[in-house]
């Protein structure tokens, strides 16, 4: 087994070559990645003639401008977070009204960002938080009362139920 030379598949078993691509020996190594003429390397397209690319200005910089003309200059600021989720939670689970306030100020305060209205927007978004957290609040000591109501008013029928069992 050790002499056993490797066979080779035959060459009728591979589909035929299709036009405009040589033909594969066996055992060759594989075509080399496309390489252009050396006559084409180093030329891409063309320089445009007669179009210079206007400099873009920076952010936070207005170049001088001609009496008359008005310049906005908008610095990329990150919209604060407007706690959106946390409302509809709140909404849904714990505490409607505060939820549905929350909701409002979220909303707000994605429509003074959108506006351009920052210090406004992160005022909405301190209140939708403040009102979201007091409905999670509200909403965990309604239904931690109301847990413990009906534990005792269950622990007296069952415990007016054991004293009296004539009574049933």
Do not use: H
């Not at 179009?51 to 008359?68: D, L, N, R, S």
């Not at 003074?112 to 909405?124: L, N, V, W």
């Amino acid at each position: 087994m050790a002499n056993e030379k490797k066979s080779e598949p035959p060459m009728d078993a591979y589909p035929p070559a299709e036009p405009g691509y040589p033909v594969q020996q066996p055992g060759s190594a594989p075509p080399p990645y496309y390489q252009p003429p050396p006559e084409q390397q180093g030329q891409g397209y063309p320089p445009q003639q007669g179009y210079a690319y206007p400099p873009q200005p920076t952010v936070g910089y207005a170049a001088p401008q001609e009496p008359g003309q008005t310049v906005i200059v908008r610095t990329a600021q990150v919209q604060p977070n407007d706690y959106l989720a946390l409302a509809i939670c709140v909404t849904i689970c714990c505490c409607l009204p505060f939820g549905i306030v929350g909701i409002v100020k979220a909303s707000e305060s994605r429509s003074r960002f959108q506006a351009g209205d920052y210090e406004g927007a992160e005022e909405s978004s301190k209140a939708a938080k403040n009102w979201s957290v007091a409905g999670l609040v509200t909403g965990c000591i309604l239904v931690g009362g109301f847990l413990v109501f009906y534990v005792l008013i269950y622990v007296v029928i069952i415990g007016a139920a054991l004293a009296n069992p004539s009574y049933y």
